[in-house]
């Protein structure tokens, strides 16, 4: 009997970690997401989720880089370490033909007519959805609030880049940093230019990708901005954030995900100018950096994952998000007059939602922006004329697009 017992405790202490284990991802979800306000916005609204559902969802922080790696590398396995994921839409035409996502239609999932419909344009393909927008980040004119005051100037009147460019020589003029930019890498190089390149009618690809960087709205858009790059000086994103909110540089191309009203007394933000002048035709200037929510396609568990999706994207859960930081899609949160009351900014981002622009949904972006910002360096440095280097530059990218 003695003898009995003791197999018998053994056998159970050997199921107990089997059990166990098999128990802690049957009721989990792992989520890998963007580090910073963007994971911090999904944790704080993860607590009631899990109580309803008796799931716990563990949440990896994780930068740009190794989210885009981790996730599609991940990919390959039968069996997938990730249930949610968070997508940057420049990723979405090469996790779409590698594989990677689930289809949320088959799942029933549907976006809804609250989302903005423009954040939509990268989530759906053959209409199948992929995608759900859930973070509107999107570029702003970032501005220190007493630097402009000093000047006796008023933001909301920098309507044009001629009304920006005065601003920003008035203030280097003055002893204080004009336009500050991000000169750190290549992909913030291009990305903090685009707005300016819209506003001046220009583009880096045509409707059907083809590279579109030697013309003379290029050419334009690129000699405005070496001018206007010149008030101010380079600087990576951190130090750029703190600058401005310290005055030492006035303005710069800034997205709403950097700036905390609470912390940043001095800082604001609005809509980056969407023309040339004041007479010119009005474009979509705004570039979008949304991060959006996808279910990987060798996830186990991807029915619990469109009830956290689901559950993400609510309506009533994204309005209690924004007291966290979080910036939605949604015109029922975006425009709602309490939280306006409390969050006047969102009638910018509003408004930059509704005008903006993905960058090209293109498996070669990353390379793109590389030849390209590699390019726009040496022009910027003047190494290089903007003519050779834009002439370059086509060359080179018209080279990495014909290759299939």
């Not at 370490?81 to 996502?101: F, K, P, Q, T």
């Not at 590279?211 to 334009?220: A, D, I, L």
Request: with cysteine; net charge negative; hydrophobic share 40%.
């Amino acid at each position: 009997m003695k003898n009995k017992i003791i197999a018998l405790t053994l056998i159970v202490c050997m199921l107990i970690p089997l059990t166990g284990c098999g128990s802690d991802r049957k009721d989990k979800l792992v989520l890998a997401l963007r580090a910073g306000t963007y994971s911090d916005v999904i944790k704080s609204c993860l607590a009631d989720f899990e109580t309803q559902n008796s799931i716990t969802c563990e949440v990896l922080e994780l930068s740009e880089d190794d989210l885009h790696n981790n996730v599609i590398n991940d990919s390959a396995r039968k069996t997938g370490s990730y249930d949610l994921c968070m997508v940057d839409g420049s990723w979405v035409m090469e996790y779409i033909n590698e594989g990677v996502l689930a289809d949320l239609t088959s799942l029933g999932y549907s976006l809804d007519a609250d989302i903005i419909p423009a954040t939509t344009s990268i989530c759906v393909s053959d209409g199948k959805t992929y995608l759900a927008p859930y973070y509107g980040n999107v570029t702003v004119m970032l501005f220190n609030r007493k630097s402009m005051e000093s000047m006796d100037v008023d933001p909301s009147t920098v309507t044009s880049l001629n009304d920006l460019m005065d601003v920003c020589k008035k203030s280097s003029l003055n002893g204080h940093g004009g336009f500050a930019y991000r000169g750190d890498t290549e992909n913030n190089i291009v990305v903090d230019f685009l707005p300016v390149l819209r506003a001046f009618g220009g583009w880096v690809v045509d409707e059907n990708n083809n590279p579109t960087v030697n013309t003379s709205e290029f050419t334009r858009a690129m000699e405005f901005y070496i001018e206007l790059c010149k008030t101010g000086t380079a600087l990576n994103k951190d130090a750029l954030i703190k600058d401005i909110e310290d005055g030492k540089q006035l303005v710069a191309v800034g997205w709403p995900g950097w700036h905390n009203p609470e912390t940043s007394k001095d800082s604001d933000y609005l809509p980056f100018p969407a023309r040339w002048t004041e007479e010119s035709k009005d474009f979509n200037s705004n570039i979008y950096g949304v991060w959006t929510l996808g279910i990987p396609a060798n996830s186990t568990r991807k029915e619990d994952a469109c009830k956290l999706l689901e559950y993400l994207m609510d309506k009533s859960v994204q309005k209690r998000s924004v007291a966290f930081g979080g910036v939605p899609c949604r015109y029922s949160v975006l425009k709602d007059p309490g939280i306006l009351a409390v969050e006047p900014h969102f009638e910018a981002i509003c408004t930059a939602l509704e005008n903006g622009i993905y960058r090209p949904v293109i498996r070669e972006w990353p390379r793109f922006y590389t030849i390209l910002g590699t390019e726009m360096k040496k022009m910027m440095n003047g190494s290089i004329s903007v003519a050779d280097g834009l002439k370059l530059a086509q060359e080179s990218l018209e080279a990495l697009m014909s290759v299939k």
